[in-house]
């Protein structure tokens, strides 16, 4: 269960997201809203990657009073991935196994079902951005998250792997009870294997589309 009570977000007197009392059940969400309304912001409130005033708190672990415990319940991808240049990706991919506590195994099948096995070994500096994409992914993927953020998963994305995400999504919901919330201006291809709820960014707000 996700909540956010009393969160706000400002630059200078401008208030760029407000959201008063906000909760969350498990699930998958589809946050939508037009460009600059604050979707990228709520996420990385929700990641714990800037600052903000109020409480979020994801199953009974509050960001402020329970840092590291919460951070270890979230996983994300950003919109705009930058990683180290001169990192493969396996040293990369390896780094992150370590700190996620997530088996060989894992990290293994998620190498082969985004097709990255032939990637592995070579520069991220040399890396397409539709790669650098798939690899953002497979990150995210890693571990047992209880909840992972996905910032428009589709940009530059190639059709053959955009099409896995919902299955990665129904899989990951069965196996490990992990919830997704997912920005994107248009739907998952093959969604229709999912059920999604919508967040609506309006007015500085957050909204559950009911």
Known sequence: MLRLLNVK???GERVILS???????GGIYWL???NGSGKTTLLKMIAGLIPFSGDIDLNGMNQHRNPLEYRRLVSSAEAEPAYPVFLTGRELIRFYQEIRIATTEQADRLIDQLGFGQFLSTP?????????????????FIGRAKLILLDEPLATLDGEVAILLPDL???????????FIFSSHSSLPGSEKI???ELLVHDQSIHLNV
């Open 124 to 140: 991220i500096g040399t890396y397409s951005s539709g790669m650098i994409k798939r690899l953002s992914l497979l990150l995210a």
């Open 195 to 197: 059920p999604i709820k």
């Open 32 to 34: 939508q809203g037009a």
């Open 9 to 11: 977000k400002e630059y």
């Open 19 to 25: 959201v008063p009392d906000l909760m969350l059940t």
């Open 169 to 179: 999504m129904r899989d990951y919901q069965r196996s490990f009870d992990t919830s």
